[in-house]
């Protein structure tokens, strides 16, 4: 309450807050938690009420302001400072050499950059971004332009989170989503909850935690960080909640960073060892079974223990409540994707289920949890630079027009290609690309050396201040706001992390007159690409009614039929997931795969540690909303690194010491200055701290095999004093 009054005032607040993730109202700009059958009347978390009121706020970025603030200036101030100045009122524009953004015209502004993009050496030439708040309408639409202009080039945020999730699905099931509904989270026997801190980063997935554990859920813990959210909940919405709270976690397993791949391979030795396998679902549904078998033979037990630093009786203890359950559920985040094993790990947690049958029944399954509200529907919206085949015939067919087949950049090679000089233009569709990518110094080298760079964006951030020779701001309505056309109000659509689509509709008075919605920015600037109509797509008809945009996606993609007519259902509608609605595994098999996968154990120099980058519980993605963590003890700081206190004496540091944390990679040394040591309870040999202040200590050819995501959860890092400081 206090953060949404001190930036909407107490009207707006209630106004606001009360229509959240109201089937009449809008969704979330938070994460992508689903919304229970029957929502609450404030159906919204802390975190939540944050998101909308910093994107209701009555604080406004115009022409003053960017007249006060040259881009050297605004690239001195912190990503708290930049966003809390408000929201962007109107379109701005810096020319090559100018020191500050000055004002231009909307019409100007799409014409200047169709003319850059067409003056592109090749449609390739360009990169083209998404952030996961993006709609489902403007996402398809903005493909749509982008491979009609010529180029796959669609990085997004899922490169830096689930992307690896995506990847291990898709080879192990046959589709790169979670498996679960909230039913199956309610009628799961055990719930391991993985490299995962929901308190912070998935709020209301505490409640549908709480409601397991009525109904009799034992919950497991597995994270290097013993973090407050999953030990005991105080839900505000029930009287229990108002007193004593319920605790979560049942057991906790504080493994190392990348210890996890380790963890499950051991389970599943000792789940086959114990003869507790289902073989008739192994027999029916599943392939490369014996391959898998002579894996598990294989697995040392030293190796597991080091990699994991864990004890045998801890991991026998879990692999026991395992054989003993059900169904079961394993749920999972940046934890688990962001290392170089992620992709490995990922399977394994799949081979331990197979095991069992634990996917494709109710209470089982595999549930990554997506941070970014509509991240996945993006995806589906064909948000991709490795887009299948079936999406771009569906393209043809529907458009007319034959797409580019070339795989193109994801957001690593996006970047390396900025570095090479063979990407000259930048346009993103919402986020923060550069806090959010690695290799801060470079990344903004990289940046400030493109010929362009335009952002849509709602807020003020860094990758404004870092901008190219030639830069604009297209500000654009928030998710909170109406969005109202000549065919009346429109309504966007997002996916959730567990594939239900719904609609959401905007109730707020748009911040500034001068804003245009996404769907409106990505169709005239179609229209400035190809003036003379020739692209052969209307463009101006889909601007002006979004149900003709959704009828097109259900020509084009599959699990859409009547798209405009099932979004009026109360909750949305859920997509198909052949392994969950009828045990079909889209595969090379055409079977749920084992996958054997050679265990890592990451080594780590005398004198280092592993350092995890983590959000605050002040903090969504890159957007700082302020700087306490209460949940870990932090008051009105930021440039903190958790170290475990027996390490930290160890290698000789006081509490509280400021040091400068270097991280080492193949290609050298990287420092972060200026960081205060927290003891804090983290697994031995492994630290956390803040990002996007960290990212700068990941490099760029840091990534995880196959699905190429920056390795942000096992950077080896050394503390150096800061001497004569
Ligand atoms: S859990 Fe996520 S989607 Fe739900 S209110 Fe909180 S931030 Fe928003």
Known sequence: MKMSQEQMGVRRT????????????????????????????????????KAVAEEATLRRVDRDFFARHSLDDLSGRTDYWLGQQGRLAEPMYKPAGGTHYEPIEWEGA????????????TPDAAAFYTSGRTSNEAAFLYQ????????????????????????????????????????DIYAADLIMVVGQNP???????????????????????????????????????TPKGLTKGQDLTDDFLQVRLSGDQALFAAMAKLTVEAGAVDEDFVATYCSEYDEYLRFLDKLDWDDVLTATGLTRAEIERVAKKYRESERVIVCWAMGLTQHKGAVATIQEIVNLLLLRG?????????????????????????????????????????????PNREHGLDSVDTLRAMHAGTVKAFFAVGGNFVAATPDTTRTEEAMRSLDLTVHVSTKLNRSHAVAGREALILPCLGRTERDTKVTGEQVVTVEDSMGMVHASRGRLEPASPQLLSEVAIVTRLAEALWPDGTSGIPWGEFRDNYSVIRDRIERVIPGFERFNERIEEPGGFPLPHPARDRREFKTKTGKARFTANDLETLEVPEGHLLLQTVRSHDQFNT??????????????????????????????????????????????????????????????????AYFPETNVLVALDSVARVSNTPVSKSIVVRLEHRTGM
């Open 14 to 49: 209630a106004l606001t807050l009360l229509r959240v993730n109201q089937p009449t109202g809008f969704d979330c700009p938070g994460c992508a938690w689903p919304d229970p059958g029957h929502t609450h009347t404030a159906e919204f978390c802390e975190n939540g009420a």
């Open 110 to 121: 799409f014409s200047l950059v169709a003319e850059r993009l067409r003056s592109l050496p």
């Open 144 to 183: 749509l332009m982008v491979r009609r202009f010529g180029t796959n080039n669609l990085p997004d945020c899922s490169n830096m989170c689930h992307e690896s999730s995506g990847a291990a699905l898709a080879h192990s099931i046959g589709i790169g989503k979670g498996s679960v509904l909230l039913e």
């Open 199 to 237: 308190g912070t980063n998935h709020p209301r997935m505490l409640s549908a935690l709480e409601e397991a554990k009525r109904n009799g859920a034992y919950i497991v813990n597995i994270n290097p960080l013993d973090e407050a959210g999953l030990r005991r909940f105080h839900n505000p919405q």
């Open 358 to 402: 634990n996917i494709g029944k109710l209470g089982a399954g595999v549930c990554p949890v997506r941070g970014h509200s509509n991240v996945q529907g993006d995806r589906t919206m064909g948000i991709w630079e490795k887009a299948h085949d079936s999406l771009l015939d569906g393209l043809r067919d529907e458009f007319g027009f034959e």
């Open 623 to 688: 957007t700082i909303y302020g700087l306490d963590d209460r949940y870990r003890g932090i008051k009105q700081g930021r440039r903190v690194v958790f170290v475990n206190a027996m390490d930290r004496q160890e290698l000789g540091f006081a509490e509280g010491e400021h040091v400068d944390l270097v991280s080492i990679a193949a290609d050298g040394e990287r420092r972060a200055e200026d960081f205060r040591v927290v003891s804090y309870a983290t697994a031995r040999g492994c630290a956390a």
